[in-house]
C-alpha cells in the first residue's frame, strides 16, 4: 500500500506566516465572538480600536491555533472555538478591553471569551476585572504623582519659612510705625 501525503496549500501557509507575524509585533490578544454583529458594528468597533492602535481580525481558529504554537505561545485553545475574532493590542491591553467590554454592553451579540496578555491566560471574567484597573499611562501618573510629592512638600517648606520672615518684618515695622506715631 501506499501513503498518501497531504499536500499542504501554499495559500494556507502563507496566511499563517502573516498571522504568526502580526502575532508577533503584539504581546496582547484578546478572543471574542462575534456572531451576530453586522458589519457596520464590526467596522465601528474596528475604529475604535484602531484609535489605541489596536487590530480587530477575524480568524479560521486552527491557524490562530498554528500561528500560537510556532511563536511557542501558552495554549489558547479553548477560545479558538465557533467565529473568533482577536483583538491584537501593541500596547495597552487594558485600553483594549475596555473599548470591547463597553461595546459588548451596547451590542450583546459581542462576547468576550478570554485573552492572552504578556504570558498569561485570561479567563472572560479576568478580562472583565483586568479592564477596570487603571490603564498603563493612568498608572504612570499616579507614580509620577507619589514620586514628585515630597519635592513639593520640600519647596512649600522652604517657601513657608520666607514668607514667615517676611511676615515677622513686616509685622515688626507695623508695630514702630504705631509706637512713632
Known amino acids: 500500500m501506499a501513503i498518501v501525503a497531504k499536500k499542504v496549500q501554499d495559500a494556507k501557509v502563507s496566511f499563517i ?10 504581546p496582547d490578544f484578546i478572543f471574542t465572538d462575534y456572531r451576530g454583529l453586522t458589519v457596520e458594528q464590526i467596522t465601528a468597533l474596528r475604529k475604535q480600536l484602531r484609535a489605541k492602535d489596536a487590530q480587530f481580525k477575524v480568524v479560521k481558529n486552527n491557524f490562530a491555533r498554528i500561528a500560537f504554537e510556532q511563536l511557542s505561545a501558552p495554549n489558547v485553545e479553548q477560545y479558538l472555538v465557533g467565529p473568533t475574532a482577536v483583538a491584537i493590542s501593541p500596547r495597552d491591553s487594558n485600553e483594549v478591553a475596555k473599548i470591547l467590554l463597553e461595546f459588548a454592553k451596547e451590542v450583546p451579540a459581542l462576547k468576550v471569551k478570554g485573552g492572552l496578555v504578556g504570558s498569561t491566560v485570561y479567563t472572560a471574567e479576568q478580562i472583565e476585572a483586568f479592564s477596570k484597573l487603571p490603564g498603563r499611562l493612568e498608572l504612570i501618573a499616579m507614580l509620577m504623582s507619589v514620586m514628585n510629592a515630597p519635592a513639593r512638600n520640600l519647596v512649600s517648606a522652604l517657601n513657608d519659612i520666607n514668607a514667615r520672615l517676611v511676615r515677622t518684618i513686616k509685622a515688626v515695622a507695623d508695630k514702630k510705625q504705631e509706637g512713632a506715631a
Open 17 to 26: 506566516q502573516e498571522l504568526k507575524e502580526q502575532f508577533r509585533k503584539a
